[in-house]
Every structure is written in structure tokens, then in C-alpha cells.
């Protein structure tokens, strides 16, 4: 009996000393960034209420975890920094300062170097994550938003709203490999996972381009036309892909819809009305739900990917941005 109660008393206190952390690891915790609120929200998995705000910088906006999702990293645009949250303690750990306007970024394989899009400098910059130090800058079209780092570490995508471009940079070069014409103001993109296509959603025509990376030539344009907007109304911008490769989700903007799209034929299955200006969406780790932003509403939209229907609504702060999972 006496080794018993020593055993459930070293339970205890293993569960007091570790017990918070462990639990908040894997959690299932939604994390939303908030422009105005300059705050992530950290929303229960299960009442989906928010039970804490982390204070950031000024206007978060992109969130990513690193690669074992122990740590949240947040470009803050008007902030000039990125900021670094840990997930087991639900603060904020760091913050990498006068970085001008930061927007988009994406890490390089092996998670020392963040690629940032620079929106004033008009330049993809080089973040060494151990010493601190923006190392380059690389100079691009104006308003570089997008960025994307194939998984081999060697090339990076960066997308210009003004020129009208998706410039290749060779990573290793640290040069423009190429510039590749697309639609009028482009914003996002996404690789299958072959990596055979490279879909750009293109905000002011209304369409996404799906771009072979080998030519370097558009294969196909995806166009929009949910019932009852207008063309101009209709501004993708978020494109999330399911792991099979098979369903892209595209968040129309201001057409307050997310399109279903099949991949393989670049069809649009349906329209999903969501929230006011569908921007960014994240699926669970499982691929049965998506969590999509919606910035007027200032909510976010659950979908159930095997139904194609809104579950709930849920709402977060001010202006969300980026929504992820803990999951």
C-alpha cells in the first residue's frame, strides 16, 4: 500500500510539474491572428471559445508552425518584426526586430532560414533564424506578398502584385531564376503534392493560373462564378490543397464564397458561402475539416470537407488573417 500511494503521489506530480505544456502540445487549440487586434486568439478546440489572447506586434498577419509544431512564428507587418509564440506556454518566446513590413514567408528545409516578403522593400528577405540577422534581400516586382520554398530547398516562389509576375529565386544563387507572367495581381500559391503544378490565384482577374514550374508556362486558368457577384466582386486569394492532391480550396474574397475545385480536371464542384471576404484557409490534419478566415466578418467558417457544408461559425478578433491547428 505504501508503494502504491508513493507511485500515485509521484502521478501527481509529474502531472503538476508537466502537465500544462504536454497538454497544450497537440491540443487541438485554433490559433487566429488578428490585424486589429494585434493578438493571436487561442480558441478551445471544443466550445470553440476564445480563452486567450497573445499579445504581438502591430497587425500579425501570416502565422506557421516550425517543423515539430512546437513553436508559432508571426509576421507582424506594421510591428516590423516576426514574432515566435510557444505553443506549450501560449506566449510569445522572441521577436526578430526591424524587419520593414513583413508579410508572407515560408522556411527553407532544414528550419534556420525564413524567406519573408518584404512589401516596402519590394524584396524577398533572407532571415537567418540563429543569429537574427537578415542576411539578404533579393530584390523583386513591387508588393511582394506570396512565397513558397519547394521541399527541396533550392528554389523559392515569390508572388508580385504589381508586376504581375511569380519570380523564381534560386536559393542557392540567391538570384532571380526566371519571372513568370501571370494574371493581375497575384497573391498566393500552392504546389501539388507532385510538384507538377503551381496554382497562383490572381486577386483582380478573378482566376487562378496553374503554372507547370518545369516550362515555366501557364497549363490552365481556373475561372469563378458563384451566383449573384459580380466580376469584380469575385477576388481569390487563399488556395488550400488537400494532401491526396486531389481538392483545392479557393477563398473568393469578396464573392463570400470558398470554390471546390477538382485538381485533376481544374473544375469547380461547388460554392460554399462563408463569412465576408473569404480569405485564408487551413486544413485539419486529417483533411475532414477546413477552417476558413473570413477578414469583414471577423469570424472563421467550418467546413466539412466530406459534406461540402458550413458546420459553424465561430468568432474570433478583429480582422483574422491566418488561422492554425494544433492538432
Given at each position: 500500500?505504501?508503494?502504491?500511494?508513493?507511485?500515485a503521489?509521484?502521478a501527481?506530480?509529474?502531472?503538476?510539474?508537466f502537465?500544462?505544456?504536454?497538454?497544450a502540445?497537440g491540443?487541438?487549440?485554433?490559433?487566429v491572428?488578428?490585424e486589429r487586434?494585434?493578438?493571436?486568439?487561442?480558441l478551445?478546440?471544443?466550445?470553440f471559445k476564445?480563452?486567450?489572447?497573445?499579445p504581438?506586434?502591430d497587425r500579425?498577419?501570416?502565422?506557421?508552425f516550425?517543423?515539430d509544431r512546437?513553436?508559432?512564428?508571426?509576421?507582424?507587418?506594421?510591428?516590423?518584426s516576426?514574432?515566435v509564440?510557444?505553443?506549450?506556454?501560449l506566449e510569445m518566446v522572441r521577436?526578430y526586430?526591424?524587419?520593414?513590413d513583413?508579410?508572407m514567408f515560408d522556411f527553407?528545409?532544414?528550419g534556420r532560414f525564413?524567406?519573408?516578403?518584404?512589401?516596402?522593400?519590394?524584396?524577398?528577405g533572407i532571415?537567418?533564424?540563429?543569429?537574427?540577422e537578415?542576411v539578404?534581400?533579393?530584390?523583386?516586382g513591387?508588393?511582394?506578398?506570396g512565397?513558397?520554398?519547394?521541399p527541396d530547398?533550392?528554389?523559392a516562389y515569390?508572388?508580385s502584385e504589381?508586376?504581375?509576375?511569380?519570380?523564381e529565386i534560386d536559393i542557392?544563387?540567391?538570384k532571380?531564376?526566371?519571372?513568370?507572367?501571370v494574371?493581375?495581381?497575384?497573391?498566393?500559391m500552392?504546389l501539388t503534392p507532385d510538384g507538377?503544378?503551381?496554382?497562383v490565384?490572381n486577386?483582380l482577374?478573378?482566376?487562378?493560373?496553374v503554372v507547370?514550374?518545369?516550362?515555366r508556362k501557364i497549363?490552365?486558368?481556373?475561372?469563378?462564378?458563384?451566383?449573384?457577384f459580380?466580376p469584380e466582386?469575385?477576388?481569390?486569394?487563399g488556395?488550400?490543397?488537400?494532401?491526396?492532391g486531389?481538392?483545392?480550396f479557393?477563398?473568393l474574397?469578396?464573392?463570400n464564397?470558398?470554390?471546390?475545385?477538382?485538381?485533376?480536371?481544374r473544375?469547380v464542384?461547388?460554392?460554399i458561402l462563408v463569412g465576408?471576404r473569404?480569405?485564408n484557409?487551413?486544413?485539419?490534419?486529417d483533411?475532414s475539416r477546413?477552417?476558413?478566415v473570413?477578414?469583414?466578418s471577423?469570424?472563421?467558417?467550418i467546413?466539412?470537407?466530406?459534406?461540402?457544408?458550413v458546420i459553424?461559425s465561430?468568432?474570433?478578433?478583429?480582422?483574422?488573417?491566418?488561422?492554425?491547428?494544433d492538432d
Open positions: 500500500m505504501k508503494l502504491a500511494f508513493r507511485h503521489v509521484f501527481v506530480v509529474l502531472t503538476l510539474v502537465g500544462t505544456e504536454a497538454s502540445k491540443s487541438g487549440y485554433l490559433f491572428s488578428s487586434d494585434n493578438a493571436v486568439a487561442v478551445d478546440p471544443r466550445s476564445v480563452i486567450k489572447n497573445i504581438t506586434g500579425p498577419r501570416h502565422l506557421r516550425n517543423a512546437s513553436l508559432i512564428y508571426a509576421a507582424c507587418g506594421d510591428g516590423g516576426i514574432d509564440i510557444d505553443v506549450g506556454k521577436r526586430e526591424d524587419i520593414d513583413p508579410e527553407g528545409p532544414a525564413l524567406y519573408i516578403s518584404l512589401e516596402d522593400d519590394s524584396a524577398l532571415l537567418d533564424l540563429t543569429s537574427g537578415m539578404a534581400e533579393i530584390a523583386v513591387g508588393e511582394p506578398e512565397v513558397l520554398v519547394t530547398g533550392k528554389t515569390v508572388t504589381v508586376a504581375n509576375l511569380i519570380h542557392g544563387e540567391r532571380i531564376a526566371a519571372n513568370i507572367v494574371g493581375n495581381r497575384p497573391r498566393r500552392v507538377s503544378q503551381l496554382w490565384s486577386e482577374n478573378g482566376t487562378v493560373s507547370d514550374p518545369g516550362t497549363i490552365a486558368t481556373i475561372e469563378f462564378a458563384p451566383r449573384g459580380r466582386q469575385i477576388t481569390p486569394v488556395i488550400t490543397m488537400t494532401d491526396d486531389k481538392t483545392a479557393v477563398g474574397g469578396r464573392a464564397h470558398v470554390a471546390v475545385v477538382d485538381v485533376g480536371t473544375k464542384e461547388k460554392y465576408k473569404a480569405w484557409g487551413t486544413l485539419n490534419r483533411n477546413l477552417f476558413v473570413n477578414g469583414l471577423d469570424d472563421i467558417s467546413i466539412d470537407v466530406q459534406a461540402l457544408k459553424r465561430v468568432p474570433v478578433g478583429r480582422v483574422p488573417h491566418t488561422v492554425l491547428i
